[in-house]
C-alpha cells in the first residue's frame, strides 16, 4: 500500500520540484497582466497622454529652434565660429517638468548636425577647468602647452528660453496651451540677435503626473 501511495504521487512531487526549482533559477520581472511595455520613437504620441508637455513635444520644439538658430545671419555668416553659452530656461508653466531638457536638446542638435558652425561653452563646468589649470600652474600635471596661458573662451552669445503656459478647466475637460519661445543674445550688446517660439494646445480628460 505504501509503494502504491508512493507511485501515485511521485509525479506531484517531480511537478512541484521542478517549479520551485525553476522559479528560484528566474531573476528577471514580469510584467503585470494587462498592457505590455511598448517601445516607442520619442516623437511619437503614445497612448499614455494628457494636456501636459510630452517628448513629442519636447522634440518637435527643439527641431525647429536648432533649425531656425542655423539659419540667423549673424550664426550663417558669422565669421569665425560663433561662441555660445545656455542660461536656464524659465518655467511658468503649471507642470514641474525639467525644464533645462529643453536646451540640452538644442545643444546636442547643434553639435551633432551643424557641422562646427557654432561651439557651446561648459560653463557649468568651471569649477573642474580651473582646478585643473591650477593644477598645470603649480606642475603637479603635465601640460602639452604654456600652463599659465589661460585659454577659456568668452561667451559670443546667451542661449535662454521661457515656457509660459494657460490652462482651462471645465466639467467636460482640461485644456492646456503652451508657449516654448528661445532667444540667442549678443554677449557685447545685449541684442536679442534671434528669436522663435513654438505654441502646442491640447485638450483631454487626463492630467500630467510628473515624475
Not at 536648432?66 to 518655467?91: D, F, K, M
Not at 591650477?134 to 546667451?158: C, I
Amino acid at each position: 500500500m505504501k509503494l502504491n501511495l508512493r507511485k501515485q504521487f511521485a509525479p506531484i512531487l517531480l511537478t512541484i520540484t521542478s517549479g520551485l526549482l525553476a522559479g528560484c533559477a528566474w531573476t528577471g520581472v514580469k510584467n503585470p497582466s494587462g498592457v505590455p511595455v511598448t517601445e516607442m520613437r520619442a516623437d511619437e504620441a503614445g497612448f499614455v497622454r494628457s494636456t501636459g508637455i510630452e517628448s513629442q513635444d519636447l522634440v518637435s520644439v527643439t527641431d525647429k529652434m536648432a533649425r531656425s538658430i542655423l539659419n540667423t545671419p549673424e550664426i550663417a555668416r558669422a565669421q569665425g565660429t560663433p561662441r555660445i553659452v545656455l542660461e536656464p530656461v524659465v518655467n511658468e508653466t503649471r507642470f514641474p517638468i525639467n525644464k533645462d531638457i529643453f536646451l540640452t536638446r538644442i545643444r546636442t542638435q547643434l553639435n551633432t548636425k551643424a557641422h562646427n558652425r557654432v561651439r557651446f561653452l561648459a560653463r557649468e563646468q568651471m569649477a573642474a577647468l580651473e582646478r585643473e589649470q591650477a593644477l598645470k600652474q603649480s606642475g603637479q600635471v603635465t601640460s602639452s602647452s604654456d600652463p599659465n596661458v589661460v585659454e577659456f573662451k568668452g561667451a559670443d552669445f546667451f542661449l535662454t528660453g521661457k515656457l509660459q503656459g494657460l490652462t482651462t478647466r471645465s466639467s467636460a475637460g482640461t485644456s492646456d496651451y503652451v508657449l516654448y519661445s528661445f532667444q540667442l543674445i549678443d554677449a557685447r550688446t545685449s541684442d536679442i540677435i534671434w528669436e522663435d517660439a513654438a505654441e502646442i494646445k491640447k485638450q483631454g480628460l487626463e492630467d500630467a503626473a510628473y515624475r
